[in-house]
């Protein structure tokens, strides 16, 4: 049998137009820059899946040091148009504590594979691991 299971680690926000769409490339500029309605806030997650060759996640979620300055690219688009809320505590490893059938999935080798989706998420493997 398999198992999936969601598991949010923080938060995000972005400009409106992010999630309709603009109607033409100074538009979309515009509301990058000028713009002052945002979505609403949206879950973050990543999947643990239960799979009968072991346990796999999908994506690690987001990490707190996203707030930390140079963890993200130097990039005045990228500061102006997302805004996240992670804190520790949301961050897939620490869940552990509040999400006890979750802890037996984590330490060396417990996971078959991670995978993920965007590269920037590679180095939020590490606490996975230890």
């Given at each position: 049998?398999i198992k999936i299971h969601a598991i949010q680690t923080g938060k995000v926000k972005v400009?409106?137009?992010?999630?309709?769409?603009?109607?033409?490339?100074?538009?979309?500029?515009?509301?990058?820059?000028?713009?002052?309605?945002?979505?609403?806030?949206?879950?973050?997650?990543?999947?643990?899946?239960?799979?009968?060759?072991?346990?796999?996640?999908?994506?690690?979620?987001?990490?707190?040091?996203?707030?930390?300055?140079?963890?993200?690219?130097?990039?005045?688009?990228?500061?102006?148009?997302?805004?996240?809320?992670?804190?520790?505590?949301?961050?897939?490893?620490?869940?552990?504590?509040?999400?006890?059938?979750?802890?037996?999935?984590?330490?060396?080798?417990?996971?078959?594979?991670?995978?993920?989706?965007?590269?920037?998420?590679?180095?939020?493997?590490?606490?996975?691991?230890?």
């Amino acid at each position: 049998m398999i198992k999936i299971h969601a598991i949010q680690t923080g938060k995000v926000k972005v400009k409106q137009f992010q999630i309709t769409g603009a109607n033409s490339i100074i538009s979309r500029l515009w509301q990058l820059f000028f713009g002052k309605n945002w979505s609403d806030w949206y879950p973050i997650y990543c999947w643990l899946v239960e799979h009968p060759d072991g346990p796999f996640l999908i994506d690690v979620g987001e990490v707190a040091e996203v707030h930390k300055p140079g963890y993200l690219p130097d990039n005045f688009g990228l500061k102006v148009s997302v805004k996240y809320e992670v804190e520790r505590e949301d961050e897939v490893d620490k869940k552990r504590s509040r999400l006890p059938w979750l802890s037996c999935f984590f330490g060396p080798y417990h996971f078959s594979f991670i995978l993920i989706s965007s590269l920037f998420q590679a180095g939020n493997i590490e606490p996975l691991t230890i």
